[in-house]
């Protein structure tokens, strides 16, 4: 692959440059740490992955990081897996996310905003007084350091409270969004037995009241380890039998005491989209996320005191743990409970307005949503205050960095990042002192030797490779709940090369320093020895208007031969005939390449997506080749099952 995009869509003029944050840490890490003071961020980046010791101690600093005992060196073991971090040192996670209290007491500390999009404000004093009084409740509910408290919640005030609480005892949080079913929360929560769930009686989504006391009923009755059930009357029902009132447990004015752990202690658990088998229960630790999270919020995203910070997300996602970081660095964080499309496309972009978010991060499948509707964001709204625009989920295409450019503001600093829940953070994206070009995210993570590798391990420059990382993260996974020997773990990310970090993302890191993201490369397309990402085909037949979403997948048969058939759910009122079928095979053709033109467009009636909302490819590719649905797919992580067995039943017609 060349460099295709020589002219930068962006460019930050040199007062932003000056006035970042990454710019004044560079200055002073310079200055006490033998950092570069020249070369930018590229030099800057290069210090960070050559002396990974000197650079985290910087970041401990230059954020004020409290230890009450302080670490006996930065890295002990640094092997992956397993590296050391910080070893002796004790903090506690919470103490940190409220520390701006001390200085902004009655500011919000969170803005919640629902259906209706009036925000409405907690305040850092409130919110801190609430955390104190539910920190003391959970321990004398006998909740100690390691106990599990999970979080069955919406994305409102309370799950913030409740997680921030569980962080200050120590406890290990974990949580699900209340769209989940039964079956899905038990698959995660049964692993960990958790000791306290938090719950509501139902939500409010898309202008309907959804009750979930059904669901509720049952994971009380399935999760035997329960001591206490804690009720959120979101819809306005009754506490039920047995459960304490939330309003109760969170009433006194009671200052938080924080329990100092270890940096190693497990914070929450996180789960993978788990398409097979049992989700992967990703435990991640106190210490590792809060340096992390302040490298990437305080440093990439340039988020401080005055700044507000929305990402639409829900509790079952990694950004929501991302989200409430904010709260790490002074910043006010923007929770939304409701679609993302209601009560139409562009809703998201009047929470903006309405939050005066300055940072908004979303889907880069709502940027294309929007592009697609005829929304005009900053023709019907005021998005001033908006500095940057972030997307995650799956890869930005290009069309969307130029909407987003047009439709926005030509001076928008547009944040594509990629990372995943196993770090719930960022391998690559926003850098607030680079350009952006099209299609492309700014640079690797500080601290983050991200690399390409071909097979055989060696490293790639404008060419596809494996996404690999090749110095531990600090957010890495401690290890997985229930895998004794870290034998899961192991296999899950560093099985191919030994000792570094294969993340199944196929990569370009172009010779300017900046990467590509082309897709999961445990679903790619090999045409010939020619490799392409799904997310390219997906980029180029989703511009046709008639095509709602499509699915790709190449499938190797069993006599040698390759089968890559292209699934396409279409818009209302389109069909599947021969000048669209024509056209969908021009456009891979003229845009991609003639050797990714599928072999069969085939109509369906829609395409799965894993509970987080990404394409299911692996498992319909397994089900295509054969594998019964039982071993081809966990069903509790798929969206809508019954789509699933339209693959199935053309895996047996074509057996």
Avoid at 350 to 362: D, K, P, S
Avoid at 412 to 440: K, M, N, Q, R, Y
């Amino acid at each position: 692959m060349s460099t295709v995009n020589p002219q930068p869509l962006w460019q930050p003029d040199p007062e932003r440059i000056a006035q970042a944050r990454i710019t004044m840490f560079q200055a002073w890490a310079a200055e006490h740490h033998g950092a570069p003071a020249e070369g930018g961020y590229a030099a800057l980046h290069r210090w960070s992955v050559d002396e990974p010791d000197t650079f985290w101690q910087a970041v401990t600093e230059w954020f004020d990081v409290r230890f009450t005992t302080p670490p006996e060196r930065v890295l002990g073991d640094r092997s992956m897996p397993g590296a050391q971090w910080f070893p002796g040192a004790t903090l506690n996670y919470a103490e940190h996310a409220l520390r701006a209290t001390e200085s902004r007491a009655d500011e919000p500390a969170l803005l919640h905003v629902d259906e209706t999009h009036d925000p409405r404000p907690v305040t850092w004093a409130e919110l801190r007084r609430q955390v104190g009084s539910l920190a003391a409740e959970l321990r004398a509910l006998g909740v100690r350091p390691g106990d599990r408290v999970s979080g069955y919640l919406p994305n409102i005030p309370q799950a913030v409270v409740a997680l921030l609480a569980t962080a200050a005892v120590g406890g290990v949080w974990t949580s699900c969004a209340p769209d989940f079913g039964a079956r899905s929360v038990l698959d995660r929560f049964q692993q960990v037995e958790p000791v306290v769930l938090f719950t509501v009686d139902g939500y409010r989504y898309g202008g309907k009241e959804h009750d979930r006391r059904d669901v509720v009923a049952e994971l009380r009755r399935e999760l035997p380890t329960l001591r206490a059930v804690v009720h959120i009357p979101l819809l306005g029902t009754e506490a039920p039998d047995g459960a304490l009132d939330w309003d109760a447990l969170t009433s006194a004015d009671t200052e938080p005491v924080y329990e100092q752990v270890p940096f190693d202690h497990p914070l929450w658990v996180l789960y993978s989209s788990g398409t097979t088998g049992l989700p992967k229960a990703i435990v991640q630790s106190q210490g590792g996320i809060l340096v992390e999270h302040l490298k990437q919020l305080g440093l990439h995203c340039d988020l401080g005191p005055e700044d507000r910070f929305f990402w639409y997300t829900s509790t079952g996602w990694m950004m929501w743990n991302f989200l409430v970081s904010g709260l790490l660095t002074g910043t006010t964080i923007v929770l939304y409970d409701g679609s993302p499309g209601f009560p139409d496309t562009g809703a998201q972009w009047r929470i903006a307005e309405r939050t005066r978010a300055t940072l908004y991060g979303t889907s880069a499948a709502y940027v294309m949503a929007c592009r697609k509707a005829g929304v005009h964001p900053s023709r019907d709204h005021d998005l001033s205050a908006v500095k940057c625009v972030a997307t995650t989920g799956s890869p930005l295409p290009p069309d969307g960095f130029r909407w987003l450019h047009d439709e926005v503001r030509d001076d928008l600093w547009i944040a594509s990042v990629s990372g995943g829940t196993d770090v719930c953070s960022c391998f690559a994206g926003a850098v607030p002192t680079l350009p952006v070009h099209v299609g492309e995210l700014q640079a690797p993570g500080l601290g983050t030797d991200l690399q390409s590798w071909d097979p055989s391990g060696k490293p790639l420059i404008d060419e596809v490779g494996e996404l690999v990382v090749t110095n531990p993260m600090p957010s890495m996974p401690i290890r997985f709940w229930n895998d004794p020997d870290g034998s899961r773990y192991h296999d899950s990310y560093f099985d191919t090369y030994p000792g570094v970090w294969r993340h199944g993302d196929w990569i370009t890191i172009t010779s300017r320093g900046s990467v590509v993201i082309h897709g999961r490369s445990d679903s790619t397309l090999n045409r010939q020895g020619v490799r392409m990402g799904s997310a390219d085909i997906y980029e180029a037949v989703e511009r046709l208007p008639e095509i709602r979403e499509s699915l790709v997948l190449g499938i190797e048969q069993p006599d040698g031969g390759y089968w890559m058939p292209l699934f396409v759910h279409l818009a209302p009122g389109a069909t599947l005939d021969e000048d669209l079928l024509s056209r969908i095979k021009r456009t891979i053709r003229e845009q991609l390449s003639p050797r990714h033109v599928p072999d069969e467009i085939i109509e369906v009636p829609g395409v799965p997506h894993t509970l987080t909302g990404k394409r299911i490819e692996v498992p319909v590719k397994r089900l295509l080749q054969g594998t019964p649905m039982e071993k081809a797919v966990n069903p509790g992580s798929v969206d809508d099952l019954d789509l699933l067995s339209f693959y199935e039943d053309l895996a047996r017609k074509r057996a």
